[in-house]
């Protein structure tokens, strides 16, 4: 299992490409499902879950090539049933059940795995399918869908904000017959990506980057190219990194309108923010101030950032409150961080940091995707040699990590001892 040795003490200063968005390519990837005449991605990041997604539409019957980050896909699926030895490894898995509805008028999807950080229920994808006239059953650890007449356009109200759910029904809709209305429709710059590709494609949808999005049904979509955005939580990560280390990051195709709340969260406590031509500049002269902060679906503060940010705030002059609504589950990393002296005190979904002028090196091993790299970001404040373990979840979401913090003055290493990783 991999692992990684990181030498502390050092302030970043350089620059870094920003990756395509894993989150993104997770849903584009499957509207190749949606099309006789294929889709063309480019900027799909290289990441165990998009390579995992790439093989499940294989397993469906696409044609799927990728020559560097453009990933072509073309044919039509021959196989309606997504395995859970496939599924389990990926929650996004479940985002081929829109497209199989739509186009086939039937399939089967296990219910699918991924991180431990909370409950993640699949009840609303189900609903939508429901809204939009499809039959579905939940058998033996999986859902079975089924519209023999095609699905047909209606009202789809969420009782919360989800954003897999959305993109299910934004696929779902875009050939069902007539016009379907979302409410209280995820805002997520992924789902305008999402929006933008199927309108490429053919598609007529409206409304995206707001909380109600009207699409009209259309009978086929065409071929189309079109390119994923740049990771918003793979730029919030380095920004959190210049000021964790007191250095300077200018991170190239960041978007400013899409880290709006992590900009002004990052100002409070100290950090200069600059806009240029290609991306964004961030840094900190000095010891950053602590801030609060409560995760909320976007355009509040992303979920995915909390782990980065608490890491920056166990070395922040002052104490913090960091609270998380979103899923139950996200301070699997305290633990971990107060093995390397953090001062975090946890009250149901609320932690109260306390930070210190330093970390202490440790071992420490990693239990999600954004928990790992929170603790590479915390190993890189401390002075002396930490180790994280089980790496695995990193390469699920970040391209080139040690590349592109190595490039900025990181001393950071990854080691094997062989044999498998664990399974996710």
Do not use: W
């Not at 849903?27 to 949606?34: C, D, I, S, V």
Request: proline share 4%.
């Amino acid at each position: 299992m991999d692992r990684l040795r990181i030498e502390g003490g050092l302030p970043l200063h350089g620059e870094i490409i920003v990756s395509g968005a894993k989150n993104a390519a997770l849903t584009l990837l499957p509207a190749g499902l949606m099309s006789d005449d294929g889709l063309v991605l480019e900027n799909v990041p290289r990441l165990a879950d998009t390579l995992s997604m790439e093989g499940l539409l294989r397993h469906h019957g696409l044609a799927v090539e990728r020559d560097g980050d453009v990933v072509t896909m073309s044919g039509t699926a021959n196989l309606l049933d997504a395995p859970y030895d496939l599924v389990r490894k990926m929650r996004a898995s479940i985002l081929v059940l829109g497209p199989l509805l739509a186009r086939y008028g039937e399939a089967r999807v296990s219910l699918p795995g991924g991180c431990a950080i909370g409950t993640r229920p699949v009840d609303l994808h189900i609903r939508v399918m429901q809204a939009l006239g499809a039959i579905v059953e939940l058998a033996d650890g999986y859902i079975q869908a089924r519209a023999p007449q095609g699905l047909t356009g209606g009202r789809v109200v969420f009782p919360m904000v989800s954003v897999g759910a959305t993109e299910n029904a934004l696929m779902a809709a875009a050939l069902a017959k007539g016009q379907t209305e979302i409410v209280n429709a995820a805002r997520e710059p992924e789902i305008s990506n999402l929006a933008e590709c199927l309108n490429a494609m053919g598609a007529k949808i409206t409304g995206h980057g707001t909380d109600t999005i009207i699409i009209e049904g259309v009978t086929n979509l065409k071929t189309a190219r079109h390119a994923v955005i740049a990771d918003r939580i793979e730029a919030g990560t380095y920004a959190i990194a210049a000021g964790i280390t007191n250095g300077r990051l200018t991170l190239k195709r960041a978007n400013a309108r899409h880290l709006d709340a992590l900009i002004n969260v990052l100002r409070e406590t100290g950090m200069d923010v600059v806009e240029g031509d290609d991306g964004l500049t961030f840094s900190a002269a000095e010891r950053v101030s602590a801030a609060d902060i409560i995760t909320d679906p976007f355009p509040g503060f992303p979920t995915d950032l909390q782990a980065q940010f608490m890491a920056m705030m166990s070395v922040a002059d002052g104490s913090s409150r960091i609270s998380e609504t979103i899923f139950e589950n996200r301070f699997m990393h305290v633990p971990e961080l107060v093995r390397m002296g953090a001062d975090i005190k946890v009250d149901g979904g609320t932690a109260l940091v306390r930070g210190r002028k330093n970390l202490t090196p440790a071992p420490v091993m990693a239990t999600d995707l954004r928990a790992s790299v929170s603790l590479v970001l915390a190993a890189l404040a401390t002075e002396g040699t930490s180790e994280v373990s089980r790496i695995y979840h990193l390469d699920r979401g970040y391209s080139d990590l040690e590349k592109k913090l190595g490039q900025c003055g990181a001393r950071i290493e990854r080691l094997s001892d062989g044999g498998d990783n664990e399974d996710e």
